[in-house]
């Protein structure tokens, strides 16, 4: 089974951002498409993309 390492970050537009790397080979397999205004909303929209948190 594949494990990921899941990352919340702020872009250089400030915005709250999410991506998931795989532990395998690190490579992204996964990120946020657009920008949110707070981090919890970064993660609820990481939720609908698998993050277990």
């Known amino acids: ?3 990921y ?3 919340f970050y ?3 537009g400030g915005k709250h951002r999410w ?3 795989s532990t395998v080979n690190g490579e992204i397999v996964g990120a946020s ?3 949110f ?3 919890q909303n970064s ?3 990481a939720k609908l993309n698998g993050y277990k948190g």
């Open 1 to 3: 089974m594949a494990k």
């Open 5 to 7: 390492k899941w990352e």
């Open 10 to 12: 702020k872009d250089a």
């Open 19 to 21: 991506r998931k790397t």
């Open 33 to 35: 498409s657009q920008g």
């Open 37 to 39: 205004s707070s981090r």
């Open 43 to 45: 993660v609820n929209n």
